[in-house]
């Protein structure tokens, strides 16, 4: 039986997600639903260490997610080495955001998570092969799928016993630096990093709003025009999660059409192909 409590829980987190905008109203609510819907990316967190079993948990998880082919193209560098985990912090660091990637030295995990076709590439090398399907850009891709299908079931396990996680695509920032601190093997390259820790109770991560459904959703066929329009919705919820949050006030389209022109943003991503290229791939 559905409790009163649970109910205006499970409505709370609908507002959350979804601000002042439509919601639907058939979701199939359980726990790990809830947990689900609850997502927030942390970016204070204590000091403490992790609970044992921790990593060994959020690895068994990732290790359920498919993969493609069972072929296993991911792995995962876990730096708990202070002085690494500045380091890489340092290497990311944009420069002009003076306090970006705090968050990457309070937390007493960083995990790496690396799109790898090196073990493959040798086995098949071993075998006698050329490993020729590995020089074209869909291993990349499969690999690169692969790790974040893997890292975001990592996630919701971590959320699932009480810890806070954040993705850190500013690890491709400098691909060969960060590949050169962790010696990665030819063949493999850091798709993202994910911060993992207890979240510091003073501050509050709340729940960002996304769009409404119908701008992501189609059935059968895709209605640009649909999307376009239900979209407008977004920019009150936008906008009044900024200023709850006390950012400064920013339009969504605003902010996607700066992203989309701005070098600063990329923060060093734009060398990524010369980068994974140098790593072996060939991205035929
Ligand atoms: C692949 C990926 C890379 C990301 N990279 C960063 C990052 O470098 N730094 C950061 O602070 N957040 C990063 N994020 C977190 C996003 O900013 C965040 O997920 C988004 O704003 C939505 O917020 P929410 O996760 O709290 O719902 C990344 C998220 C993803 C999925």
């Given amino acids: 039986m559905m409790n009163k409590e649970r109910i205006t829980e499970q409505s709370a987190l609908l507002q959350q997600r979804y601000g002042n905008q439509r919601k639907p109203d058939n979701i199939i609510w359980n726990s790990q639903i809830e947990a689900i819907l609850n997502h927030r990316s942390v970016r204070n967190y204590l000091p403490d260490e992790l609970p044992d079993g921790a990593i060994e948990t959020m690895i068994a ?10 072929l296993h193209q991911w792995s995962v560098v876990a730096v708990t080495d202070k002085v690494l985990k500045a380091k890489l912090a340092e290497i990311t660091r944009l420069s002009d955001e003076a306090q970006g990637n705090y968050y990457i030295e309070q937390a007493p995990v960083l995990l790496l998570w690396i799109a790898d076709l090196s073990r493959n590439n040798f086995i098949s090398k071993s075998e006698g092969g050329k490993a020729e399907i590995h020089n074209y850009l869909d291993s990349f891709l499969m690999s690169s799928i692969d790790t974040a299908l893997a890292a975001q079931t990592a996630a919701i396990a971590a959320e699932s016993i009480g810890l806070g996680i954040v993705y850190l695509g500013a690890m491709r920032n400098q691909a060969k630096e960060i ?3 962790i010696g990665l093997p030819d063949y493999s390259y850091v798709a993202f990093g994910m911060v993992v820790g207890h979240p510091d109770p003073n501050f509050n991560s709340v729940i960002r709003p996304r769009p409404v459904q119908e ?21 009150e919820s936008f906008q009044s999660f900024r200023s709850e949050a006390q950012m400064k006030n920013k339009q969504w389209s605003t902010m996607v059409a700066d992203v989309a022109d701005s070098f600063s943003y990329m923060g060093g991503r734009e060398q990524l192909r ?3 290229e140098e790593r072996g791939f060939k991205l035929k």
């Fill in 61 to 70: 998880a990732a290790q359920s997610a498919s993969v493609s082919g069972n």
């Fill in 179 to 181: 590949a050169d601190a």
């Fill in 215 to 235: 701008v992501v959703l189609h059935y059968n066929r895709y209605d640009a025009k649909r999307s376009m329009k239900e979209l407008e919705t977004y920019e």
């Fill in 274 to 276: 010369c980068a994974v």
